[in-house]
């Protein structure tokens, strides 16, 4: 066993970042457990005219197979693109911890009841005891939904096959409608999510910023092995005959 656990960490050495995952499981457990405190009510007069639609909760839990298979399907094909999702969702994920610590927020809008009882009714009210309406905004949900499908068009493997595109958007769009008439988020969470999504994909795909970082960072390793006591000064100073 302990053979295998390290071949499997030397053919893919990035397995060190699923440990993210412990901490933001952590801290979003705790901050479930503060729902019953005092929370700044969330909430835009668009949301009064988005009806509740019980089979959107399909989407809605398909959400983690959506996200979990691009994660693994990078994970284990396509290291480079891996380390640029996970850039996107960490960030993100980070940044709504710290939004949902430092100001609790939620919303009131779900039904008070059901008048029907279906196996979809029975779905939602298992969400809504599993997942609070608190720590709403922005929607991890919109957020993540994008940063996977942005993920699946930057993918040499996929971006040229229509169908594989074409079936991540329409996923990806019934996610985020989903969470809003499953009343689980306000619009404002959503438009707040894609803004952010935006930003993100800006930032990991567009700019280059990660691959000019990663080149720059990795000339200044290979160019200074031994780390002398002058490396962090060559980090933070004007890096020679690199490429900005």
Known sequence: MRKRLQTFLKEYPHAWTVLYFVVYISWF????????????????????????????????????????????????????????????????????????????????????????????IRMVCFLYW??????????????????????????????????????????????????MFLKQHSCVDVILGIALGACMNQFVYESGFLVKAHDLVGKLVSDHRDLPAAFPRKIHGPAKDAEI
């Open 29 to 120: 457990v705790y901050l479930e457990q503060r729902a019953r405190l005092p929370y700044h009510v969330i909430h835009f007069p668009l949301d009064d005219y988005i009806p509740f639609c019980e089979y959107f909760v399909i989407p809605y839990f398909l959400w983690f197979v959506y996200i979990a298979a691009v994660y693994f399907w990078l994970f284990f094909k396509d290291k480079q693109n891996f380390y640029r999702y996970i850039t996107f969702l960490y960030i993100g994920m980070t940044l709504f911890l710290i939004v949902s610590t430092f100001y609790p927020n939620g919303h009131l809008l779900r039904p008070a009841g059901f008048t029907r009882d279906n196996l979809f």
């Open 130 to 179: 599993a997942d609070t309406s608190t720590n709403i905004l922005p929607s991890i949900h919109v957020f993540n939904s994008i940063a996977a499908h942005m993920a699946i068009l930057h993918l040499p493997d996929f971006r040229y096959k229509k169908w594989t595109v074409r079936c991540s958007r329409v996923i990806y769009v019934s996610i985020i409608l989903s969470t």
